[in-house]
């Protein structure tokens, strides 16, 4: 954990619910809180091909009560969300092309699960606190660079609809039921516990799996500019989005330390394993269709209002990132 999580003391003592909670995020989250004294609840479905997976919670399974549930199920959300003080929304099916494959189950779980996960709160716990896990997809492919809050959201994907809907929907139930919400536009996050089986949830995953095996991995187009966020640094924006309330209502996008190209993001990965090697291949037909372009953002706005930064540079995260996947790769694929 990075040394400058903020607000952890605020937590202490205070019910936590963490949907995707089994997930990459949500159990990288669970982590401090379980550690600041919060009683965490993590709910999560553990389908196949999402990121959830049961030794995420690996040493604090026993800190966390942990819910085998689907957040489409509006019944068993309306118990969970009960006597809760701050709810984490990180479920999510988070592959651009599985949504294209299959859009409903898309429109499913980021988009109509998370309107009734908002009546519930509405209905039973109004006085809730929840952060909703955006992403910067709603974009679509920038007019600009860096991209910030005020750039136009153009989705090129079905994902990207249906999160941007999830998005808008917590700034409603904020604004018209007074609901404490607000949404972080995270963009590629990494570390720990990331999925690596595939490129599902990024295709950094796939890469380490590949580096960690002594395996070729390829990178498409390899031109393409994009940051990325180490996933403390993602925690601990988390950690100040729940505990401010001037956050409140408000979409904050996080960004990286830098921005870089997939190819210098290639060479870095490498270096920072000692070994390795990748080959550039064109971008598939279907994948160039959604694919965004260049991105990266500019993330003043949180940086303003809350005080976050990325504090993790790209070699410090990769380390600590294959260093993990080296030690527990079986547990992964
Ligand atoms: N990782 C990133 O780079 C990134 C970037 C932008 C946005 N996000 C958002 O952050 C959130 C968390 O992403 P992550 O990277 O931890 O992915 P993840 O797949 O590891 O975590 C999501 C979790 O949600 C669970 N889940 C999915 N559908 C569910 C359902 N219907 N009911 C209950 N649980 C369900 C999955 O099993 C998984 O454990 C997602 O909402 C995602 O859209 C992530």
Known sequence: MSKDLNHLDHFAGKHILITGGLGFIGSNLARPLVAAGAYVTLVDNLIPQYG?????????????????????????????????D???????????????????????????????????????????????????????????????????????DVNGINKMAGERYHILYNNIYGIRACALRLTNTYGPRMRIKDARQTFLGVWIRRLVEGQTFEVWGGEQLRDFTYIDDAVSALLVAAARDDANG?????????????????????????AGEYAIRSFPADRKQIDIGDYYANFSSIKETLGWEPRVCEEEGLAATLEFYHQHLAKYV
């Not at 979409?251 to 060479?267: I, Q």
């Open 52 to 84: 959830g997976n049961l030794f995420n919670v690996d040493g604090i399974q026993d800190s966390v009560l942990i819910n085998i549930a689907d957040v489409r199920d509006s019944h068993s959300m309306a118990y969970l969300v009960q006597k809760q």
């Open 86 to 156: 701050y709810l984490f929304n990180l479920a999510g099916q988070t592959s651009h092309m599985d949504s294209m494959a299959d859009p409903h189950a898309d429109l499913e779980i980021n988009c109509r699960a998370q309107l009734s996960i908002l009546e519930a709160c509405h209905k039973h716990n109004p006085n809730i606190k929840i952060v909703f896990a955006s992403t910067r997809q709603i974009y679509g492919k920038p007019d600009y660079l860096p991209v910030d809050e005020a750039h136009p959201v153009r989705p090129v």
């Open 250 to 274: 408000r979409v904050f996008n996080l960004g990286g330390f830098r921005y870089l190209s997939l190819k210098e993001l290639a060479d870095l990965v490498v270096k920072v394993n000692g």
